[in-house]
């Protein structure tokens, strides 16, 4: 038998740590349940069965529910007590999340990436984290996870990475997502389902049509086993299959586990309140059934009753220890919502001498072309980005051809994919470029994007910030139409915890993507499909000599690009604009004849915002029109006016103005329409000058 006496121990001294937590979470509710938590009662076996098989180098999205998997990578219950107190100290999040929401960066342990409050959405950065595994194989890029393992049996196994899943969470669209690209790439994953038959206060039978291990048959590839995972024998024998069959055949696997619930769906919600099937549940406890393994593998009934005891005592002192722990200060409400990026100030040859100009699309194309010969950890993927198009506009032509399709390559119509691999593949060190095809497109990436991408540094404390580039084509021209056309800037930006840069030029392009590849954050970069090929009338300023290679332009530092003396005796304006609205606001000035008398902002990343720039132009012209391309009401562009009013009132002759698209539900597709609809050169002018006589 595989699972020796020294297994069956250890297990059960796990398993009676993980029960006495839930019993004294039970006995001092009152106490402990200010903030809300779940425990692993009656899921013990299984998640200590998968626990103690991982090795450092592996990967982990334990869930709410495991905080049993987490004794068994050996953290202790005075961690887990500290998140459940959310005191200073806990060394997941520092007290900002919810118990057994754990990232993990110890070397001594599996990795555990940050995750959200895992529904089904942590499927798809585990499955990241397995794609970017795969990716370093392909490249041979060294596993440093590995490398620095201090168990050296553990050395020479490949990492394989463990997603946990209650079976409620499988019916979640971005699950299929990430079982579609898990058989599609064989990658090497275990989904994990504990299948408890319930949701909250839903069933099985009210809410899903078939467990995960039916639904895992649509998935071709996606090989996959049911287990009483109350059993830890059965468990522990079926899994060590599976994780050998994974490490050796890098293919993925779904085990689903049966399990009863027999404590709360959360402290918030009592199982007493509409659970009938409480006592069937118990005939299932895991706990006797591990009990009696022991017994049968000739364990005496002293050791047995001598590790219940000693794992009760030892979890009573770490409560009390837990209870006088330091809770966070003020002020450590402000750290670690972004890592530290090494480009703070603009560097490298910005107009090389003899160079032509170039659109703004090559500028972006050739960022990227370098930044992947210089950087093997660099890769690129997206809809149609691969070798037989290289994207719709042409912005990852011939990269394909040059680095290879494991390095470019296609995804399926998978936005929430796109968005939210990123985690895992900056998780295991590398630094993916992804695309969403348009703006337009962005909505089913934005669960990921806000809840797993842009809350990672801030909810790890620092741990895990997600070094990713997500490229998004926006705006308007050429009857593109209301799926092709629109801005999404005001909903990018009320997302904290990411980088947001909107560039005019090409110039500026290439310098921000060069930054944002050093940047450790998650960084957004909205290209103007309008600016790309400079066919619009008016736009070819956004041609640029291409920069040199080591040119970089910081975020958060905005361009004074048509600059104005204060003049007494003559009206002044200061335009503070981005993306299309710079070459409107350019072009307007200059047909108006007032270049003397407009100051015009680009402020080319809208976070970090260049307020000191905005404020100094405006208290010195006195007056300000933002211009943006979005519709104005409830935008961005009417928020920074806002700000602009309440920095500068005194400093003003006229209340800060805004012009924006009419305030309509979508881009018409006819021309007249999609004309009347946007701003333009005209417009801008009509504004300026009601502003410059107000």
Known sequence: MSVTKAILKKAFSTLCTAKA??????????????????????HEAIQIAVGMQLVPQDYAFPYYRDDAMLLSFGLQPHDLLLQLLAKKDDPFSGGRTYYAHPSLKDFDKPKIPHQSSATGMQAIPATGVAMGM????????????AKLSPFSESRNLKPITVCSLGDASVTEGEVAEAFQMAVL??????????DNGWDI???????RAQDAYEYAKGFNGLEAITIDGANFIESYEALEKVIKTIREERRPFLVHAKVPLLNHHTSGVRMEWYRDDLEEARTRDPYPVLKQQLRDAGIT????????NSTKTKVQQDFEKALTAEDPKPEDLFTNDFAPTPITEEAGERSPQGSEKVVMVDCALFAVEELMRKHK???????????????????????????GDDRVFNTPIQEAFIVGSTVGMSAVGLKPIVEVQFADYIWPGLNQLFTEVSRSCYLSNGKWPVSMILRVPIGAYGSGGPYHSSSVESIVTNIRGIKIAYPSNGADLKGLMKAAYYDPNPVVILEHKGLYWSKVLGTKGATSVEPAEDYVLPFGKAWVLQEIWKQENIETLTIVTYGMGVHWAMNASEALGMKDQIEVIDLRTLFPLDENT??????KTGKCLVVTEEP???????????????ECFKYLDAPVMTIGSENMPAIPLNSTLEETMIPSTEKVMVKINELLNY
């Open 614 to 619: 905005v404020m100094t132009s405006v208290k």
């Open 632 to 646: 104005s009401n409830n935008s961005f562009a009417r928020a920074l006016a806002g700000k602009i009013q309440e």
């Open 377 to 403: 950890e660099c890769l690129l993927y997206g809809q149609d980005v691969g070798g037989r198009l290289g994207g719709v506009f042409r912005e990852a032509a011939t990269l394909a051809q040059k680095f």
């Open 134 to 145: 795969q990716y370093k194989e392909l490249q041979n890029i060294e596993d440093y996870a």
């Open 21 to 42: 937590m839930a019993e004294l979470y039970e006995a001092n509710f009152k106490q402990v349940s200010k903030y809300v938590h779940a425990t692993s009662r009656g």
């Open 185 to 194: 790439k064989k990658l090497p994953i275990l989904y994990l389902v504990q």
């Open 201 to 207: 206060s839903a069933n099985a039978a009210e809410t």
């Open 301 to 308: 009934a002293d050791d047995i009753l001598d590790i219940e």
